[in-house]
C-alpha cells in the first residue's frame, strides 16, 4: 500500500509541476499571443471586411458588396502592377538564388577568412530593404550617377541618362538590387553545403565524373529541400516588395507604371486616394496570390526535392 501510495504522490507531485510549467509558458507567450491578436489578426479580419465596403478612410464605410472585386476586372493600373510585379518575382528570385548558391560554393572550399567573407555577404540583405539604401541605389543609377557616368567613358549611354527615368530600364534597376540583397539565402544554402558528405564526392571522383556533373547529379539533388525552402521564402518575400519601389520612383510607381509593384498600389489606393475599400479587396488578392504560388511550389516539389528518408 505505501509503494502505491509514494506512485500516486509521485504522480500527482508530477501534475502539478506540469501545470506550473505550463503557467510559465503561458507568460512568456502572451506578448506574441497578445501581439498576433491585436496586430495581425483583427486588422486581417477588420480588412477582409472592409474589402467589401466603399471606404473613403474619412468617412464611414459603406456596404457595396462585391463591387471592390468586380473594379478589378476594368483596372488597367491594378493589370499593370500585375504584371510588373510577375515580371520581378519570376525574374529577380531565380537570378538571385543562382548568386547566392555560387557564392555559397566559393565559401564552401576552405578558404581563408571565412567569417570575414560570410559577413560582408551577409550585409545587403540587411541593409537591401532600408530606405537608406533604396535612395543611395537611386543617386548610383540616376542621372549623373555612378553607373552612367562609367557607362559614359565606353560610350554606351550619356553620364546625364538616367536609368530610374527610362521605363525599359527602371524596373531593371529595382531588380538589380534585388539581386544584390543574396545574403540570407546563401546563409542557408552554405550551411546546407556543409551536411553533404564529402564520401559522395570522392566516389564520383573515383567513377570519373567532372565537377559539373558532380554538381548537378549530387550538390543539387542533396541541395533541394534547402533551394525549395529558399525559393518559397523568396518568392513570398519578392511579392511584398515596397520599400524598394516607393523610394526609387518617389511614391509614383513611374516611369509609366513600369515600378508599379502591387503593394505600391494598394498603398496608393488606400493612403493616396483614401480608397481604403478597394485598397483592402487588393490586399486580399495579394494573400490570395502569394498562397496560390506557395502552394503551386509545394506541389511542384515532389517532382524535383530530394530527401534522403
Known sequence: MSALMELKNLKNAKGTRTKKQNKVAFVFLAPWLLGLVAITTVPLLASLVLSFTDYPLLKAPEFNGIENYLRMFSDARFLKSLQVTFTYVIISTPLQLALALAIAMLLNQGMKGLAFYRSVFYLPS??????????????????????????????????AHSFIADPNTALWSIILLHVWTFGSPMIIFLAGLRQIPD?????????????????WQITIPLLSPIIFFNLVLQVIGAFQSFTQAFVVSGGTGGPVDSTLFFSLYIYQQGFVQFRMGYASALAWVLVLIVGAFTALNFYLSKYWVFYED
Open 126 to 159: 540587411l541593409m537591401g530593404s532600408s530606405v537608406a539604401i533604396a535612395m543611395l541605389w537611386r543617386q548610383i543609377f540616376g542621372s549623373n550617377g555612378l553607373v552612367p557616368t562609367i557607362l559614359s567613358w565606353f560610350g554606351i549611354v550619356d553620364p
Open 199 to 215: 564520401m559522395y564526392y570522392e566516389a564520383a571522383s573515383v567513377d570519373g565524373a567532372s565537377k559539373w556533373t558532380q554538381f
